[in-house]
C-alpha cells in the first residue's frame, strides 16, 4: 500500500512563497495523478491540483495564477508551490493518489501538514 | 460558483441509522459524474469510504452504503457506533470548475 508524507515549513511569511513536498513509500510513483488538497481551519476541503507522472498538470482555476506542481520521478516525490500567500492561505496541506481520471477518488492520503502564513 | 452541500451535522444513538445527504447541480452529480464520500478525524489521513457512488473498499464495513439519484448523493450508516463519529466528506467532479469538488463537510456525533 503506498503512503504518503508532506514535509516543508509550517510557518510562511504574507507575500512569499510556500513550498511543499510529498514523499512516496511502498509504491512507484508512475501512472498515477499526485494531488494536492487544502483545508482551512474550520472550513471544507479544497482541490488545489495534480501532476501526472509524465508532467502534465491541472489546477483549480481559483489557485491557477499562483500554483504550480511538479514531481520528481527518480527521488518519487511531487511537490506544491504557491506564491504570493495571504492569511487565507493558512491550511492544513494534504496530499493524496487518484487513481485515474476516470476512478477520479482520491486514496491514499497523507497525514497532512498544517501551515500557517503569518508575519 | 460550482458547490456540493452538505448539512454541517447530523447525529443519532448508538444502533441507529443516519443520512447524510450531499446536493449538488446540472454541473456535478446530476452530469453523471462519479461520487466519493470521505471518513476524516482531525489530526489523521481523510479515508475514502465509498468510492463511484456505492463501491465500498475493502475493509469498510457494510454499515456504509451510497446511493445517488439526479442532483443529489447519499451516504448511509447503519447500526451507528461510538467510533463512527467523524466529519463526513462528499466530493465529485464540476464540469464547470474543470476540476473537482467536495462537499462542505457533516460532522457525526453519536449520542
Same mark, same amino acid.
Given at each position: 500500500?503506498?503512503?504518503? &508524507? ?9 507575500s ?9 513509500s ?12 487544502? &483545508? ?7 482541490? %488545489? ?11 483549480n482555476?481559483?489557485?491557477?495564477? @499562483?500554483?504550480?506542481?511538479? %514531481?520528481? /520521478?527518480?527521488?518519487? &516525490?511531487?511537490?506544491? %508551490? ?8 493558512? !491550511?492544513? $496541506? $494534504?496530499? !493524496? ?5 476516470? @476512478? *477520479?477518488?482520491? #486514496? ?12 | 460558483?460550482?458547490?456540493?452541500? &452538505? =448539512? ?5 444513538? =448508538? ?16 452530469? +453523471?459524474? +462519479? ?6 478525524? =482531525? ?18 464495513? #457494510? @454499515? ?5 439519484? *439526479? ?6 450508516? /447503519?447500526?451507528?457506533? !461510538?467510533? *463512527?463519529?467523524? *466529519? ?14 467536495f462537499?462542505?463537510? /457533516? ?5
Amino acid at each position: 500500500q503506498v503512503q504518503l &508524507q508532506e514535509s516543508g515549513p509550517r510557518l510562511v511569511k504574507p507575500s512569499e512563497t510556500l513550498s511543499l513536498t510529498c514523499s512516496v513509500s511502498g509504491g512507484s510513483i508512475g501512472s498515477s495523478y499526485w494531488s494536492w488538497i487544502r &483545508q482551512p481551519p474550520g472550513k471544507g476541503l479544497e482541490w %488545489i491540483g495534480y501532476v501526472f507522472y509524465s508532467g502534465s498538470t491541472n489546477y483549480n482555476p481559483s489557485l491557477r495564477s @499562483r500554483v504550480t506542481i511538479s %514531481i520528481d /520521478t527518480s527521488k518519487n &516525490q511531487f511537490s506544491l %508551490i504557491l506564491t504570493s500567500v495571504t492569511a487565507a492561505d493558512s !491550511a492544513v $496541506y $494534504y496530499c !493524496a493518489v487518484m487513481p485515474t481520471v476516470n @476512478r *477520479d477518488w482520491f #486514496d491514499p492520503w497523507g497525514q497532512g501538514t498544517l501551515v500557517t502564513v503569518s508575519s | 460558483q460550482a458547490v456540493l452541500t &452538505q =448539512p454541517p451535522s447530523v447525529s443519532g444513538a =448508538p444502533g441507529q441509522r443516519v443520512t447524510i445527504s450531499c446536493s449538488g447541480s446540472r454541473s456535478n452529480i446530476g452530469a +453523471d459524474y +462519479d461520487v466519493h464520500w470521505y471518513r476524516h478525524l =482531525p489530526g489523521t489521513a481523510p479515508e475514502l469510504l465509498i468510492y463511484a457512488d456505492t463501491n465500498r473498499p475493502s475493509g469498510v464495513p #457494510d @454499515r456504509f452504503s451510497g446511493s445517488k439519484s *439526479d442532483t443529489s448523493a447519499s451516504l448511509v450508516i /447503519t447500526g451507528l457506533q !461510538a467510533e *463512527d463519529e467523524a *466529519d463526513y466528506y462528499c466530493q465529485s467532479y464540476d464540469r464547470s470548475l474543470s476540476g473537482w469538488l467536495f462537499g462542505g463537510g /457533516t460532522k457525526l456525533t453519536v449520542l
